[in-house]
T-cell receptor
Framework: GIQVEQSPPDLILQEGANSTLRCNFS?????LQWFHQNPWGQLINLFY???GTKQNGRLSATTVATERYSLLYISSSQTTDSGVYFC???????????FGGGTRVLVKP | GAVVSQHPSWVICKSGTSVKIECRSL??????MFWYRQFPKQSLMLMAT?????????EQGVEKDKFLINHASLTLSTLTVTSAHPEDSSFYIC????????????FGQGTRLTVV
């Protein structure tokens, strides 16, 4: 099956710093999503981004499908950005999502 | 937006008993729902795909007789953990997509199961 690797596995940031999270995948995909898992376990949809670039406030994402990677940018980080960030890919429409291992982010005040 | 509601949020049960978890799509219809399991500090692993009106499809290594899935309507799927044991303690999360729309998946808030 498809392999999804996220880096770095852990990230400690000072409040106000910028960061980039990476997601590499081993095969072509039909869909890619980024999620933020909060301390209570809820997965929050950040981006649905099979290709191209999207921005939402301080967050933006870019997927280069031909090179099989996606990047999530966090700018001016805040303590509320702490949590685990997952990317997940889908190989065929309506099919299951395969998750990466996640990046655990801690933003210190 | 698309809202998926899961109930209960947490449950503690005795070893040997069964527990039912519900997953509802509140404002859309979902022909297919997915059940995931997450152990502490690990990623989400797909357990099974729930199909409305037909049998669920289980991932390799997941016991279908232990994790019973029923998808009786376009807005409700249930996961029943039968004869639960302490090793079944985990975080269970469901997801759904809007039938006929794009493939963006939305997730419930999860159910933390503790078997004592």
């Amino acid at each position: 099956g498809i392999q999804v690797e996220q880096s770095p596995p852990d990230l400690i940031l000072q409040e106000g710093a910028n960061s980039t999270l990476r997601c590499n995948f081993s095969d072509s995909v039909n869909n890619l999503q980024w999620f933020h898992q909060n301390p209570w376990g809820q997965l929050i949809n950040l981006f649905y981004i099979p290709s191209g670039t999207k921005q939402n406030g301080r967050l933006s994402a870019t997927t280069v499908a031909t090179e099989r990677y996606s990047l999530l940018y966090i700018s001016s980080s805040q303590t509320t950005d702490s949590g685990v960030y997952f990317c997940a890919v889908e190989q065929a429409a309506g099919n299951k999502l395969t998750f990466g291992g996640g990046t655990r982010v801690l933003v210190k005040p | 937006g698309a809202v998926v509601s899961q109930h209960p949020s947490w449950v503690i049960c005795k070893s040997g008993t069964s527990v039912k978890i519900e997953c509802r799509s509140l404002d859309f219809q979902a022909t297919t729902m997915f059940w995931y399991r997450q152990f502490p500090k690990q990623s989400l692993m797909l357990m099974a795909t729930s199909n409305e009106g037909s049998k669920a499809t289980y991932e390799q290594g997941v016991e279908k007789d232990k994790f019973l899935i029923n998808h009786a309507s376009l807005t409700l799927s249930t996961l029943t953990v039968t004869s639960a044991h302490p090793e079944d303690s985990s975080f269970y999360i469901c997801s759904a997509r809007r039938t006929g729309w794009d493939t963006e998946a939305f997730f419930g808030q999860g159910t933390r199961l503790t078997v004592v």
